[in-house]
């Protein structure tokens, strides 16, 4: 492999390009690239954005400090893991559906899996007892 090959794949692995791309565009099969990639890690390696490294809060970025032997924490404080999941709650990995409420047809979203079928409490009582009159 040429200096020009290694500045060039240490260049593409810098800008995010996937390895099997970065070989074809250096002309070296992809065993070779992830070899060397391996043997010089410490130098490709793409600085990580701070919330997707160990130690940082998914919320606000601070440090968070970890103690040892533990599992590693992802929130500085309480109220920023509330926060964080309460922005996140139908986050995409999880897999979210739209659906509509079985009782007022009002679109509501569902995870995947969930056997929810009505958007509200309220729309599940009035389907299954009907109307009910009383406390609001």
């Not at 922005?87 to 979210?96: I, L, P, T, Y």
């Amino acid at each position: 492999m040429t200096e020009t090959q290694k500045q060039r794949i240490s260049e593409l692995l810098r800008q995010g390009v996937s390895r099997p791309d970065i070989a074809d565009a250096v002309g070296v099969s992809l065993n070779t690239l992830k070899a060397y990639c391996y043997r010089h890690r410490d130098e490709t390696a793409a600085p990580a954005a701070p919330q997707a490294r160990h130690g940082f809060c998914l919320h606000c970025g601070e440090v968070v400090v970890q103690a040892p032997r533990r599992k590693p924490k992802k929130f500085c404080s309480a109220k920023c893991r509330a926060l964080w999941w309460n922005h996140n709650r139908m986050s995409a990995e999880k897999g979210v559906l739209a659906m509509r409420c079985a009782n007022c047809g009002d679109p509501f979203m569902k995870r995947v899996g969930s056997p929810k079928r009505f958007c509200c409490h309220a729309c599940y009582i009035r389907s299954r007892f009907g109307e009910v009159s009383g406390h609001g």
